[in-house]
């Protein structure tokens, strides 16, 4: 089945600086990759989506890149901000296939004021 | 965030007894997951449900049980067979399983006295 690795498990920046977080899968034939950011105490949302047809997106201050050749996407957070800090979630699914999204174990990011 | 409530938001249980969280959505949904989380653990899938009457084992399903009688509801059971219940749990639904996006609920924390 799929495995969906994430690194690194924790990330400390300063304000203003980028963020990068990284994920490698090991099915390729996953075509849906979705990152969600869980606050503390709060529940993950979905903040991008990335699928296999395209290598990046962009959505204000994040963006969302795909390597399928290599088998891993990334996470870009440029001028962080405080309201930054949360926990980071990568996940993969196979349309067509089980139709589980297998997610990566998270990444806590804290932005330093 | 709305439309999909978990409760109670805090369970606590003695060993050896069966306890069942509660799941309701009202975005109909067709496709509806249990999660668990553990730090340092992602979001682990316990059962998932594409349609109504219709379940399936995820990553983690022993220990548990699930039921789909209403598109709206998906309770799960924690059974006495499970030897470490303790832990975060999360309710989420999508419109399909097809890579759309999850919603998840507030989520449960249950503590095994």
């Known amino acids: 089945g799929e495995n969906v690795e994430q690194h690194p498990s924790t990330l400390s920046v300063q304000e203003g600086d980028s963020a990068v977080i990284k994920c490698t899968y090991s099915?390729?034939?996953?075509?849906?990759f979705p990152w969600y950011k869980q606050e503390l105490g709060k529940r993950p949302q979905l903040i991008i989506d990335i699928r296999s047809n395209v290598g990046e997106k962009k959505d204000q201050r994040i963006a969302v890149t795909l390597n399928k050749t290599a088998k891993h996407f990334s996470l870009h957070i440029t001028e962080t901000q405080p309201e930054d800090s949360a926990v980071y979630f990568c996940?993969?699914?196979?349309?067509?296939?089980?139709?589980?999204?297998?997610f990566g174990k998270g990444m806590k990011l804290t932005v330093n004021p | 965030d709305g439309g999909i409530t978990q409760s109670p938001k805090y369970l606590f249980r003695k060993e050896g007894q069966n306890v069942t969280l509660s799941c309701e959505q009202n975005?109909?949904?067709?496709?509806m997951y249990w999660y668990r989380q553990d730090p340092g653990q992602g979001l682990r899938l316990i059962y998932y449900s594409q349609i109504v009457n219709d379940f399936q084992k995820g990553d983690i399903a022993e220990g548990y049980s699930v039921s789909r009688e209403k598109k709206e509801s998906f309770p799960l059971t924690v059974t006495s067979a499970q030897k470490n219940p303790t832990a975060f749990y999360l309710c989420?639904?999508?419109?399909?399983?097809?890579?759309?996006?999850?919603?998840f609920g507030p989520g449960t924390r249950l503590t095994v006295l």
């Open positions: 996940a993969a699914l196979r349309q067509g296939g089980s139709e589980k999204l297998v």
């Open positions: 989420a639904s999508s419109l399909s399983g097809s890579g759309n996006e999850q919603f």
């Open positions: 975005l109909n949904h067709d496709a």
């Open positions: 099915d390729s034939a996953s075509n849906y």
